[in-house]
């Protein structure tokens, strides 16, 4: 029996009467589905694309199935890999092979490795070789300022752009800091808020007096405690994650409706009216199709879209204009290419160029990273994804065709990498919306307010990265949380108005 009176079996039976709908089937949505239908509620998932997974789109090249978009996740907070573990795949989970990072397109040096004793690129020691070799003399001489002025010029500063710029100057930004935020997160180190990237960065700058000293220390910091966050991935690709859960949720009896677009979501009395764009027809276990409402009821609604549908059925629910998507547009070219070369890498993985030298942002060599697609792949062949477009300009290959775009992804992935790749055996062109991270300038604050007036509606739940922050880690974190608070009132409600 419950502190207020009810037994588990009053519980379970309210869970199950329960009717959730989540809209949205990307990895918020499964993750919310997941935590529903755990605990028996009776749950539907409506998803407008033809397949789940949203951003973890899954994708055939040369017979082999991978993800167009996420590769791997962060262990950050174990959320992902507590999913994993109840989606049944942990003895697949592999981490990366190859973590080391260079930078492509540094103005009159070409292609050098990343300095490795930095914090967001921001370097312990100006005078590294390493360093020296990006930012050159003059860069050094300015970046050695920081060591000299006092640290209080600055006070606490939010804005990572402006912060590293101040102590450091231009090169540093430019160089060092813009090809990881821009490659990584399609964000200028201006749209960085540092105090939520790192957050004990300006106290240990106010306390050492440096930046460099404060990286310094930091970097010590996280070494002491032995403070490590690899990142993991599946033997066998990403694919298997959503392949998993699907698996998991149909065995509770949820149903999944792919290829149904929501278009409005409307409270009336005490439920939800979800309606779906009309065209829509339920195929049933047999393969045969057949007219389904165009209206799903629900008490329970959790929205679980990319940004730009969520602030608009969101709108409708909440009574404001939520405004417009702060994504950045992405595009992501997959290429297996057969390597004359036995080391497609000889860089390293990850390249990112320095921001507005050319027309792709970063170039990775996954099968660098991950070595069962060597396997996979066969000998000879390479997998490499080239990424186009930030905040600071519109993907290159927006305007072209597919094989101008699948050429233009060769030639940049030949610059980034310094191989000869003449031979793409397959490639497959992705558009995506990317998520401003949680460390973007105001992300975390707007986010607090949408779910501060979600949280005023009852039975309504907001998951996906345009909240969370993008990253696996935390849009499962967040997904299991946010459901966790609107399972819970609905569960515990029955008691209060008892
Ligand atoms: C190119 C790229 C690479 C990435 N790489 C990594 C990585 O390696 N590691 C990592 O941790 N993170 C990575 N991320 C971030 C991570 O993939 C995302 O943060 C995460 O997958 C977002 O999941 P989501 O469920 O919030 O959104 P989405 O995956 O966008 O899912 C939203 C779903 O809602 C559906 N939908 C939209 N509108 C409607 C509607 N009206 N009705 C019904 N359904 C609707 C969409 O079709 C979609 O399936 C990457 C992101 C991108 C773009």
Redesign the pocket.
Same mark, same amino acid.
């Given at each position: 029996m419950s502190a207020t009176g009810m037994t588990v079996d009053d519980l379970a039976a309210r869970a199950r009467e329960t009717r959730v709908v989540v809209?949205?089937? =990307?990895?918020? #949505?499964l993750a919310a589905a997941w935590q529903c239908a755990k605990v028996g509620m009776a749950v539907t998932v409506?998803?407008?694309?033809p397949e789940l997974?949203?951003?973890?789109r899954r994708v055939e090249l040369a017979g082999t199935t991978v993800s167009a =978009?996420?590769? #791997?996740?962060?262990s950050r907070g174990g959320a992902v890999d507590e999913l994993v573990d109840d989606a049944g795949l942990t003895d697949r989970v592999v981490e990366a092979a190859e973590t080391a990072t260079w930078i492509a397109r540094v103005p009159k040096v070409g292609a050098v490795p990343a300095p490795e004793t930095t914090i967001l690129g921001i370097p312990e020691n100006a005078w590294d070789e390493s360093v020296r070799a990006v930012i050159g003399w003059g860069g050094t001489w300015r970046a050695y300022l920081d060591r000299v002025r006092p640290p209080l010029t600055i006070g606490s500063e939010r804005n990572l752009g402006t912060l590293v710029r101040a102590r450091m100057g231009q090169d540093v930004v430019d160089r060092l800091v813009a090809p990881l935020s821009v490659g990584g997160f399609g964000l200028a180190p201006d749209e960085i808020d540092v105090g939520h990237a790192v957050p004990k960065l300006n106290a240990a700058l106010t306390r050492t007096g440096s930046l460099q000293a404060a990286v310094a220390e930091l970097r010590a910091e996280r070494a002491e405690q032995g403070e490590s966050t690899p990142l993991k991935s599946l033997d066998g690709g990403m694919p298997q994650l959503v392949d998993a859960l699907v698996a998991r949720l149909v065995e509770r009896d949820v149903q999944i409706e792919t290829g149904?677009?929501?278009e409005r979501i409307v409270r009336v009395g005490d439920v939800y009216e979800v309606a779906v764009d009309e065209d829509h027809v339920l195929v049933d276990d047999e393969g045969d199709e057949g007219e389904s409402s165009p209206t799903r009821v629900a008490d329970l609604v959790i929205v679980?879209?990319?940004e730009t549908?969520a602030r608009r059925?969101l709108g409708g629910l909440l009574g404001r204009d939520l405004g417009t998507s702060r994504s950045v547009a992405?595009e992501?070219v997959t290429l297996v290419v057969d390597t004359p070369d036995t080391d497609a890498a000889p860089r390293a993985a990850t390249v990112h160029a320095v921001p507005g030298t050319g027309a792709a942002d970063s170039v990775v060599v996954e099968s660098a990273r991950w070595p069962w697609l060597t396997g996979a792949l066969g000998a000879g062949r390479q997998l490499v994804t080239v990424?186009f477009g930030s905040s600071l300009q519109a993907p290159a290959t927006a305007a072209l065709g597919d094989a101008e775009t699948i050429e233009l992804a060769r030639t940049e992935a030949e610059a980034f990498l310094g191989v000869d790749l003449p031979t793409v055996a397959d490639a497959h062109r992705a558009r995506?919306?990317?998520?401003r991270p949680a460390s973007a300038l105001g992300q975390p604050e707007e986010a607090e307010e949408i779910r501060a007036r979600a949280a005023g509606v009852d039975g309504l739940g907001v998951v996906?990265?345009w909240v969370s922050g993008?990253?696996?880690?935390r849009?499962v974190a967040d997904a299991a949380d946010e459901t966790e608070r609107v399972r819970r009132a609905r569960l515990f409600a029955a008691e209060r108005g008892q």
């Open positions: 809209v949205g089937g =990307g990895l918020a #949505g409506l998803e407008a694309a997974g949203g951003t973890l =978009g996420p590769w #791997g996740w962060s149904t677009r929501v679980a879209t990319g549908d059925l992405r992501v990424a995506f919306e990317l998520a996906g990265a993008s990253g696996l880690a849009v």
